[in-house]
């Protein structure tokens, strides 16, 4: 079912990795097609409580596959190619109710920095790279990255990242707080697993819910958001992991959640 990434789900955790290692795990129109169907099992799936997005071998990706790009000139639009593709993908992360853990193994470029920085945490292996390469081929950020990045680092930081195409070490990023932590490469997988666990055993509707805020807060005032959070709270008023976790608390015992 899938050709250019791998999906696996253990304990609980969907593990998606973006698997043309040869090609540094550069973006294809199958690859859009496939992380699309992945983020929808991850969404179908109730035993599916956090999400994990990683490269094989030594890159994040490379964004965009340039080979298969200059084959697909003149067949569409490179704004009907975006819009098909990677705008379905990053918006699956964002609109997933699941956490979604991007294990930043090596270099994340171009539309694949924008799949980096649609997940909700990053862990980056201190081999990691960040670059938004656009502007090395004369392009304009795409995939979510222009947003993104104003977000994280404010206006003038990202008009330097993106105008200069500048790559960035893992602890770079760290300091810009575009990633939340940076590991040595041997403790990637422990790390990130033992988060996934953490987020696996907490309340998964909870935690959708409030991805759900923050998104919404993103691009909302304070009255907007305020009567949202209102929304959102009736809904998260009503899970049971809310009930069990007030039992729990009366109870003076550990709460057990069921993600629901
Ligand atoms: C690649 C690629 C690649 C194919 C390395 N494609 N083969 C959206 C829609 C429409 C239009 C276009 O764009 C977009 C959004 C985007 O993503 S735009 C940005 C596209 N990506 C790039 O421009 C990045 C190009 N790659 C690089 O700058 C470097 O390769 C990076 C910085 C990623 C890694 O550098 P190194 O670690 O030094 O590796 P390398 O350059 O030696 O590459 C290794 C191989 O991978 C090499 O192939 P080879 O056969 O010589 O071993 C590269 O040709 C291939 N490769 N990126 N995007």
Request: hydrophobic share 45%; charged share 20%.
């Amino acid at each position: 079912m899938y050709d250019h990434i791998l999906f696996d789900v253990a304990d609980s955790v969907a593990t998606i990795t973006l698997n043309r290692p040869d090609k540094l795990n550069a973006l294809t129109t199958e690859m859009s097609r496939e992380l699309v169907y992945a983020q929808k099992q991850c969404a179908r799936e109730s035993g599916v409580r956090c999400v994990v997005l990683t490269g094989a071998g030594r890159a994040f990706s490379a964004g965009q596959d340039l080979q298969e790009f200059q084959m697909l000139e003149g067949r569409a639009t490179v704004g009907d190619h975006l819009r098909r593709g990677y705008h379905r993908v990053v918006m699956g992360f964002r609109q997933l109710e699941k956490p979604v853990i991007g294990k930043i193994n090596g270099v994340a470029a171009g539309a694949a920095l924008g799949y980096a920085l649609a997940t909700d945490l990053r862990i980056a292996s201190d081999k990691a790279s960040f670059v938004p390469a656009f502007i090395r081929i004369g392009l304009a950020p795409d995939s979510g990255v222009s947003w993104f990045l104003q977000q994280l680092v404010g206006p003038a930081k990202a008009f330097e990242l993106l105008a200069t195409g500048v790559r960035l070490d893992a602890q770079e990023a760290l300091r810009l707080r575009i990633i939340n932590q940076v590991v040595a490469p041997k403790d990637l997988d422990s790390t990130v697993s033992e988060l996934a666990q953490r987020l696996v055993m907490g309340p998964t509707r909870g935690i959708g819910l409030t991805k759900s805020v923050l998104n919404k807060a993103a691009g909302h005032n304070l009255a907007d958001t305020l009567e949202y959070e209102a929304q959102i709270q009736d809904i998260a008023y009503s899970t049971t992991d809310h009930k069990e976790d007030v039992a729990a608390f009366l109870e003076k015992r550990p709460p057990q959640f069921s993600g629901q």
